[in-house]
């Protein structure tokens, strides 16, 4: 245990911010999470919606597409990926995209994504496509762009705060040897100012902020205003605050006790829940349109989901049906990842009639 934990640079007796324990647990280089293990698929430690069901690749593609077409089908058109995970769904969108040639012609495809590792497995999946990886927006010009991310905010570090004896205090973990205790530090007068500034967090008495995540909004926020287009966000979230830690521990696709944070270091995904109040909040304050927050399941419903299942369940044998409609509940049940999953969609435009939300 303890030459593990020295690994990640967490000393005995001296105390670690919540968010810089996750960075650590997350991504440092070669040992951490994302850095040294595929975590995706029956195989890994969590499924996403790109890994359960082609269909839901598919009406992202749909939706890529019609954007395009309500953004005035610009010659050129600049299409994001933010945290690809294993290149599936980037995949199908290839592949969707050849079936509608004057799109495919404008479209230039990046794939933002900071894990060399999993670089590795997206380009041995994605060899032979003309899509090209990116560390940064810089370069990135021409026509409007469009940033997608599904489970991409989740996985970026928060920070938590709480209040005692009337004071805003930031939350931290201490090393006694064994394991983690929570602890109290100081929080920088930066980050009071932040959090006083968004209403939906002023009557909180647990606060989580994605202090980085928001930090990676901004960049792409910036390239928005510079170019136009938005960026779509689907996530594991919620609406209502819920004045609590959200931090979850996952492994093997089932949630571990966060008791034994330092136990499955490296070796878990450590992810929270996407306050979508906040990040509703934080684009109108960047000046951004915002379509109202929605389900995954009113989203993928209103984007014909449903219809395109029954048109491929004619060419489908009796398993492949099963195995359709399976998946396909998975996506929308509510109890599963059709409520739980939120969608939001900020953006630059004259246009106001994007798909998906109405």
Known sequence: MKKSVEKFNIIKNRKIKVDDFINRALYKPKIGYYTNKMPFGKKGDF???????????????????????????????????????????????????????????????????????????????????????????????????????????????????????????????????KFLEETQCKPKLSDLNNLKSFKILKKLKFIEYPKQGLGELSKIVKKIKSLSGGVLLIDYGYMEALNESTIQIVMKNRQIHKKNLLKYIGNADITSLVNFSLLNEFFSKKKLNVKRVVTQKFFLERMGIIERAKILEKKMNEKQKKYMITTLSRLLNKSSMGELFKVIFAYKSNNKKFFGFE
């Open 47 to 177: 499924v996403t919606s790109p890994t359960i069901s082609n269909l839901f690749s598919e009406i992202i593609a749909i939706w890529i597409i019609s954007t395009w077409e309500t953004l005035g089908k610009p010659k050129i058109f600049n299409l994001v990926e933010l945290g690809p995970g294993d290149g599936s769904l980037s995949e199908v969108l290839v592949k969707t995209f050849k079936n509608f040639p004057t799109f495919n012609n404008s479209v230039k495809f990046f794939l933002y994504e900071k894990s060399e590792f999993l670089k590795r497995i997206q380009k041995k999946k994605l060899n032979g496509t003309n899509l090209k990886w990116i560390n940064d927006y810089k370069n990135i010009k021409g026509g409007p762009i469009i940033f997608f991310g599904n489970e991409f905010f989740d996985a970026i570090p928060i920070k938590q705060f709480f209040i005692k004896d009337k004071k805003l205090l930031e939350k931290c973990y201490i090393f006694n040897g």
